[in-house]
C-alpha cells in the first residue's frame, strides 16, 4: 500500500475545522499517513484527532518574518527533511495554498495531487477539477483520497481537563448560571467586521436580558476592534481577549450559551461545539462558508451588488453587513433560544479583575 502525505497547514482556523473530517477519513483509509498541519492548531487537532500520532506540525510562529531569518531557514529544512524521511509515495493537498504547494514539491513523493492553480504544473503532477461550486467542505471533498461521508458536518469537539481549569480561573468572579454570550468582534479583513457600535449596542441588550456577553479574540486587530467597542459602553464588558489558549476558548464555548461573531475562524469553532451561534456575514459567499450546523444562523441585509468584489464596495460602506441591525442579530438570538422570549430584569454589569 502507498505512502500518503496529506498536507494541510493552512493558517485559517476555519478552514481547518471544515477540512478536519476528510483528513480524518484519509488517515484512516491509509494506515501508512503522515499529516502536516499547523501547529497554531495543535490542541484542537489533538481535540479532534484524539490519540492519533502520525502528525507533523509546520512551524507557523518559528516561521514568521518577526524570526531571525538563520532560525526560519533551519527550521524549514528541519520540516523538509522530516517529510522526506517519510519517504511518502503520494502527496495530497487539499487547499492550493502557496505554501502546502510548495511542501508538495519538496516531499520527494512521485506522485504530487492538488488543486489546480497557477503553475500549479510546477508543484503537482496531477491536478483534477475540484468542485468549487458549493460549501468549501464540497470542494476538499472533490479532492481527498478518500473524502468524508456526507453530509457535511464539522468534526464533535469536547472541552479539555485543562481547557476547564483554565476557564475556571479566568470566570471565578462570575455565576456560571447567568448565561454566556461570547462574542468574537473582529476577522481578519476589515470587510468582515460589524461596526463597533452595533456590538456595544448589542452587549447592552444582552446585559438586559439577564446575560452576560464576554468579548473574546486575539492579536492586534480584535485588540483594536474591542477597544472600539468599549469606548461606547459606559461600563465595560469582560474582555478575554488574548487571555485564552485555543484549549481554554473551546472550553469557555462549550459552557456559553451562545454566541455572536464576523466570518471568521471562532464564528466556525463555536458552530462545531454545538453552540447557538450568529454569524454575520457582508461580502463574503457563505454558500461557500456558512458554519456547519443546524444550531447557527447566518445573517447578511441583502446580497452584495453586481459591481461589488469583497475589498471594494460599490455602494462604499457594505451594507450587506453594516445595516444587520441590533433587533435582528437579538430576534435571532431568541430563535435560536439564547435569549428568552420574555426578557424582564435589571442591566446587570459584571467585571473580571
Not at 493537498?93 to 513523493?109: F, M, N, P, V
Not at 463597533?196 to 486587530?221: D, S
Request: aromatic share 6%.
Amino acid at each position: 500500500m502507498s505512502r500518503l502525505l496529506i498536507l494541510f497547514p493552512c493558517s485559517h482556523m476555519g478552514n481547518l475545522l471544515i477540512a478536519l473530517p476528510h483528513l480524518r477519513a484519509m488517515l484512516a483509509a491509509q494506515p501508512d499517513a503522515l499529516l502536516v498541519v499547523s501547529q497554531r492548531y495543535q490542541s484542537l487537532v489533538e481535540q479532534s484527532l484524539p490519540g492519533e500520532t502520525r502528525l507533523l506540525y509546520y512551524p507557523e510562529q518559528a516561521l514568521s518574518r518577526q524570526a531571525p531569518l538563520f532560525q526560519r531557514v533551519h527550521r524549514y529544512l528541519q520540516l523538509v527533511m522530516a517529510m522526506r524521511r517519510f519517504n511518502a509515495d503520494v502527496a495530497v493537498d487539499i487547499e492550493g495554498e502557496q505554501k502546502s504547494a510548495t511542501l508538495a514539491r519538496l516531499s520527494g513523493a512521485a506522485e504530487r495531487i492538488g488543486p489546480r492553480r497557477r503553475h500549479g504544473q510546477w508543484f503537482y503532477t496531477r491536478q483534477p477539477q475540484a468542485d468549487w461550486s458549493g460549501h468549501r467542505w464540497q470542494g476538499y471533498a472533490s479532492l481527498s483520497q478518500p473524502a468524508a461521508n456526507s453530509p457535511a458536518r464539522y468534526l464533535p469537539l469536547n472541552a479539555s481537563a485543562d481547557g476547564m481549569k483554565e476557564v475556571d480561573a479566568i470566570l471565578t468572579d462570575i455565576d456560571s448560571t447567568d448565561g454566556l454570550v461570547a462574542i468574537h468582534a473582529g476577522a481578519t479583513k476589515t470587510y468582515k467586521i460589524w461596526h463597533a457600535e452595533q456590538f456595544a449596542a448589542l452587549c447592552q441588550q444582552l446585559r438586559r436580558a439577564g446575560l452576560t456577553p464576554l468579548l473574546i479574540g486575539a492579536g492586534q486587530k480584535d485588540r483594536q476592534q474591542i477597544a472600539r467597542i468599549q469606548s461606547f459602553l459606559c461600563d465595560p464588558v469582560i474582555d478575554l481577549c488574548d487571555q485564552l489558549s485555543l484549549a481554554g476558548l473551546i472550553a469557555l464555548l462549550k459552557r456559553s450559551r451562545g454566541f455572536v461573531g464576523n466570518d471568521s475562524g471562532p464564528m466556525h469553532l463555536a458552530a462545531a461545539c454545538g453552540l447557538p451561534a450568529v454569524a454575520l456575514f457582508g461580502p463574503t459567499d457563505d454558500t461557500l462558508w456558512h458554519p456547519l450546523s443546524p444550531h447557527a444562523q447566518v445573517l447578511r441585509w441583502q446580497h452584495c451588488h453586481r459591481d461589488c468584489e469583497r475589498s471594494s464596495c460599490a455602494l462604499d460602506s457594505y451594507p450587506c453587513l453594516q445595516r444587520i441591525t441590533v433587533d435582528r442579530v437579538v430576534n435571532t438570538l431568541e430563535e435560536l433560544g439564547v435569549i428568552p422570549v420574555a426578557h424582564p430584569g435589571p442591566m446587570k454589569t459584571l467585571r473580571i479583575s
